[in-house]
């Protein structure tokens, strides 16, 4: 097995992003269309929810970017996948259904929902599935908060590597509105996404959106293939529920319900000599069957109430379930005998409260408490593998099989105070403490023999206390100082076993001590805004996930026992100068692996390597790691956009805008092997749109990656994975 058989780690959490998210916006407001990412009117402010209540970006001792709706719109970003390509330091590897989401060169390298992540995705204030179920579509966003750094005082759950805020759309009791978009491109992409809001009386209103897409495959495929060669079928639909029956009490009920249907995830051999010299990333060859569906529902209750002194008091419940499903060739060739199929369900409850202070007066303060109840099942059916003959262990072709469940429970208790010590110096403390269980119930065994090959009845339990100090000096109204050091920690957990290695070890936590210093300041009147920082972390038991050195086939998670050093700068800004508007963003990073040692598994070897003590040897093949770059971590990302709304009349606007990427080459993999396509090359995509908005109206023509650049987005195993290709189409939208 490879990714189904991927279970045990700590559950991740939830976090309450509230009533207040960052700059409310129609997706499809043609209005909206003139204003760059992440830039306000001198009268407005971008705010964050980092620390639970709405506070100025530009007040806030943390390093953000904030993107509203209107603004994915205008990038041209639909999902995750290409958000990465609008803020600095942020990676995402898309390795089919799976995306490894990477901050700063911190997360995860290797997808699964078992494998912790060290950046959280949040939807609504719930965590998300880590790993899997990232394909959701954006439609009817209010804000995306990228979060760069640990999150950890204001969190139910860690983050070493730093968090992803997703609030979609609310309810309003002012107005019956909504909008509507169509949507035609290459590869025959036809797309609709739509919302209404509806005030049901003057207490009740009613929200619902929906978005359905529809695209032909990118690749071209030889073979004796079968299934769904990569044509997308998506269709996704969301019902919100508003109750305010005064001013001081608010309900909102969400339910999101998505079923993405991928197809196949099509990959070539990473390896060159195992492929045809020229190959084309989009012209491939396989021999198994391809499919890849994901299927799951979300609902999410948000309570709160405000009492008359200003203290609030909120209550946020989840529900999620979801389905994997996925078919794969896992060497992308059609030779071999190298199958694997995939069926995982996840379900997930999460309770979290706070009780919050009023953010006037000298002294404010927060504190919060967390459970969440995680389970995976691998049903009878749910996965397996198909090999050729693994000598000396089978020497026939086997079928693998793999059924079991993961529990996992997360309880934390978390809050900070902050204290005024003058109109210019504030100091904030914080702290939460935090205990992660994680238990494998799993038995796998060969479909070829009579008996259960491995039986596996595993449990982990850790506890963690982490805590947050940071000084904030407001020079003037236009400059803002912050320093602060924090810690965070990426829970430990159960690697589970395969036919090769009888007795699996657990890793430990990985833990974070982080420290940072950031100058935020308004320009010309503030029609201009800057953010620069600097950060230095150190990692204790960084959490690698290597190639098994047994076989090819499997993936462990190991424990860095020397320090892990990261650090590194970013700059961004962002301006409104009349018709004309930009954003700019670029980070530059270093890290440093501590010392470790393993076996390259493509390369012949023999004799011990130990993880700690190695010893390093050229002729066992045990090779010392430590030094090198950590996997997907870029030196350098730079993203810049431009804009200028050309007015044609009195309500008619014609908007160019140009937006360009670049992210430097990096390593798939610790073992930096050029020769077996560990090093990714950089990208450089480009982004343009041509946007004709008069009243409610606005047509828009749009392409992405215009200089068709063909690049490797990750290594999934022993495939290499293509990015997006060029697309291009025309957008039609109203709003009413």
């Known amino acids: 097995m490879k990714a189904a058989i991927r279970l045990g780690v700590s559950a991740i959490a939830l976090i309450g992003a509230g009533a207040a998210c960052a700059q409310t916006g129609q997706a499809a407001d043609a209005a909206a269309s003139a204003r760059p990412a992440g830039a306000m009117s001198p009268a407005g402010e971008i705010v964050v929810t980092a620390e639970r209540r709405a506070t100025s970006l530009q007040r806030t001792s943390v390093a953000a970017t904030v993107l509203t709706g209107a603004d994915l719109v205008k990038k041209g970003v639909n999902t995750i996948d290409q958000l990465q390509f609008a803020t600095p330091s942020l990676t995402v590897n898309n390795t089919g259904q799976g995306n490894a989401v990477n901050i700063r060169g911190i997360g995860q390298t290797e997808r699964g929902s078992a494998f912790q992540s060290g950046v959280v995705t949040y939807r609504d204030g719930v965590a998300t599935f880590p790993g899997y179920f990232q394909s959701e579509p954006y439609y009817d966003i209010a804000s995306v908060e990228v979060l760069r750094g640990p999150q950890g005082t204001f969190a139910g759950g860690n983050a070493t590597g730093g968090a992803i805020f997703i609030t979609e759309v609310n309810p309003t009791l002012d ?14 992409d036809m797309k609709f996404e739509g919302a209404l809001n509806l005030p049901v009386s003057d207490t009740l209103a009613l929200r619902v959106a929906t978005s359905d897409e529809r695209r032909d495959t990118f690749y071209h495929i030889t073979g004796p293939w079968t299934g769904n060669p990569g044509n997308l079928r998506s269709y996704s639909g969301r019902v919100s529920l508003l ?23 099509p990959g070539d051999p990473a390896n060159p000599a195992q492929r045809p010299a020229g190959t084309d990333l989009f012209h491939i060859t396989s021999n ?53 199929k995939d069926k995982i369900s996840e379900r997930i409850w999460s309770q979290e409260v706070n009780i919050i202070s009023p953010s006037s007066g000298r002294f404010t303060w927060l504190l919060g408490g967390y459970y969440q109840a995680d389970k995976i099942t691998i049903p009878a059916d749910g996965g397996y593998d198909s090999y050729g003959p693994l000598p000396p262990l089978v020497p026939f072709p086997v079928d693998t099989l793999i059924v079991g469940t993961n529990p996992k429970t997360a309880l934390a208790a978390f809050g900070q ?16 403490w935090s205990r992660n269980t994680s238990r494998n119930d799993v038995h796998s065994f060969l479909q070829q023999a009579p008996s259960v090959f491995l039986d596996q009845h595993d449990f982990t339990a850790k506890n963690k206390v982490n805590g947050k100090v940071a000084l904030n000096w ?132 023999g004799g011990g390597c130990d993880v700690a003590s190695g010893p390093a040897n050229p002729a066992t093949g045990c090779l010392d790691l430590g030094g090198r770059q950590a996997s997907y971590a870029p030196k350098f990302t730079l993203s810049a956009g431009a804009q200028y709304a050309i007015p044609l009349g009195e309500r008619m606007t014609l908007t160019p805008r140009v937006d360009f990427s670049h992210t430097a080459g990096t390593w798939a993999t610790l073992f930096e092997n050029a020769a077996f396509g560990d090093h990714l090359q950089a990208r450089n995509l480009m982004n343009a749109q041509l946007t004709l908005a008069t009243g409610p109206w606005s047509i828009a023509g749009f392409g992405s990656n215009l200089t068709n650049q063909h690049y490797v987005a990750a290594i999934n195993g022993l495939r290499r994975m293509a990015g997006l290709p060029r697309q291009y189409g025309i957008r039609v939208s109203r709003s009413f």
């Open 175 to 188: 107005k019956a509105g909504g909008y509507a978009t169509a949507q035609y491109g290459n590869y025959n």
């Open 243 to 265: 109750w305010q029956p005064t001013s001081q009490l608010r309900v909102l009920i969400k339910g999101d319900y998505s079923n993405v249907n991928q197809g196949g995830y």
């Open 288 to 340: 198994a069957y391809l499919a890849g569906r994901d299927e799951f529902g979300r609902i999410v209750a948000n309570i709160s109430y405000t009492t008359d002194g200003g203290v609030v008091f909120r209550s946020i419940s989840g529900f999620q379930k979801g389905t994997v499903q996925e078919n794969i060739d896992n060497d992308g060739t059609s030779t071999d005998i190298l199958a694997f």
């Open 417 to 432: 105070v902050g204290y005024q010590l003058s109109s210019a110096l504030q100091v904030t403390l914080g702290g939460r």
């Open 474 to 605: 407001t020079l003037d109204r236009n400059n803002f100082l912050y320093a602060f050091a924090a810690t965070g920690s990426k829970a430990g957990g159960l690697n589970t076993s395969n036919f090769y290695k009888i007795t699996p070890k657990p890793f430990r936590a990985e833990d974070v001590t982080d420290y940072e210093i950031g100058w935020k300041a308004t320009w010309l009147e503030g029609h201009v805004r800057t953010q620069l920082g600097g950060y230095y972390n150190r990692y204790k038991n960084f959490q690698i996930t290597i190639i098994d050195p047994t076989t090819t086939l499997f993936n462990s998670i190991v424990n860095v026992t020397k320090p892990t050093k990261i650090y590194g700068a970013e700059f961004s800004a962002q301006g409104s100068l009349g018709h004309f508007g930009f954003d700019f963003a670029t980070s530059w990073s270093h890290t440093k692996v501590g010392r470790f040692y393993a076996f390259d598994p493509r390369v012949a070897h």
